[in-house]
């Protein structure tokens, strides 16, 4: 089974409670608890030699990318992260990569003033480690984000740079955009995801739940240091945003863009047709053009 094979299992098999108001099959899920706010929570992981290389990663890097990973899909939903749960599973218990590991966390978790209040240490049988993260937050009801809700005629618009982030680090030392997301949330957009799998992977699940196709301007894609347009449709690991943006808030939008370190970039229009399908200049179709995005399993 591939990855998407086993989304859609997942999504067939979970049945949801009458105050899930978002299950599987967005950034976080989304829990209505009342007084006009939703609980977000959201779990992710690091695989040695899958998500970092151990032997040139250190364990206070490999902390921030788990941390990081999580927040940036609080900041897909417009959210606040709060609480965190963790989990560590390794072979070999060295108690300085331990020690880091921790030290790191916390200390990334107190500059979002997030308590780590729980988790779990297992060993492995092989010699690999994998560290998870449960986070936990908030987000007003108007506010929320989701992957669905782009219209045609819709601008797709991006925050800083694609391509080659695992072979330039940039994968290890993202800052997640749970600012930025907080100023677009609920005003310029209600249709958000991170891209962690590909900009055509996440792009066509916008596209996929929101039924509609999108036209994708790849000259004006910026590109990481060191990127071509195929690493920056394909790779993935930007931890950047997409979002959808109704076309009489565009002139404002860049207007009021505070962020002067971040660029935003209009790279796209959301088009009426078969959801899901991507076009390149000339309407040539990208989407499934050879590999679209990261794919854990080959077969």
Known sequence: MKEKDIHSLIFRTFSQGKNVVVGPGDDCAAIDIGGGKLFLMAVDQIVSEVHYVSGSTSASEAAVKLINRNLSDIAAMGGDPAFALLTIATKYADSR???????SIQKEASKWKISI???????TAKDVTVCTLTIAGWVDKKRICLRKGAEAGDFLYATGSFGNSFNSGHHLKFVPRIEPAKFLAGKYTHCMIDVSDGLLSDAGR??????VSLVLNQSSIPLRKGANIRSALSEGEDYELIFAVNPSKSAELERKWPFKKIKLTRIGTFVPGRK????????????SAGRTGYEHFKS
């Open 206 to 211: 916008i596209c996929e739940s929101s039924k």
């Open 97 to 103: 990569w331990i020690t880091g590991f921790l030290r």
């Open 117 to 123: 209040c729980g988790g779990d240490v297992s060993s």
């Open 276 to 287: 899901g399908s991507i076009f390149g200049t000339g309407m040539n179709l990208i989407s």
